[in-house]
């Protein structure tokens, strides 16, 4: 009696294994980016709903100083506040920077008071930054 076992070779299982490591090596870093990108995003709309926010207190109080950071809404992966040096009685200035517990991220985002926003990428002494 003669019964054959048909199964997959050894060359076939690595041949298999070596296609989905490349596959994972070209798909992580775009879902990676992907989502980098989904955050910023998020952090703009957090902005923005800020920036009414503060519209609406200077509507009551005619001027953006001594707002107080209460009325901020906070973001998940970034902490948004005011800028003290560039924000003054009739124009401010939102900062979203990074969270230290969100360390895959080296950009911040900032938003005018005449809604003009720019991502920025480094620290204060080598800030480069873009219109959004």
């Known amino acids: 009696m003669n019964t054959s076992i048909r199964g997959f070779?050894?060359?076939?299982?690595?041949?298999?294994?070596?296609?989905?490591?490349?596959?994972?090596?070209?798909?992580i870093?775009?879902?990676q980016k992907f989502i980098h990108?989904?955050?910023?995003?998020?952090?703009?709309?957090?902005?923005?709903?800020?920036?009414h926010t503060l519209e609406r207190y200077y509507a009551q109080h005619h001027t953006f100083v001594g707002a107080p950071t209460t009325l901020l809404k906070q973001h998940e992966y970034f902490d948004i506040a005011l800028d003290a040096n560039q924000t003054n009685a009739n124009n401010f200035v939102l900062v979203g920077t990074p969270k230290?517990?969100?360390?895959?991220?080296?950009?911040?985002?900032?938003l005018t008071s005449d809604g003009v926003v720019t991502v920025c990428t480094g620290t204060d002494s080598s800030?480069?930054?873009?219109?959004?």
């Open 9 to 27: 070779t050894l060359l076939e299982a690595l041949v298999t294994i070596i296609i989905i490591g490349i596959l994972a090596a070209i798909a």
């Open 29 to 31: 870093p775009s879902f």
């Open 37 to 51: 990108d989904s955050r910023l995003e998020s952090l703009r709309g957090d902005l923005l709903a800020n920036a």
């Open 100 to 110: 230290s517990s969100y360390t895959a991220e080296n950009r911040s985002m900032e």
């Open 127 to 132: 800030k480069s930054c873009l219109l959004y």
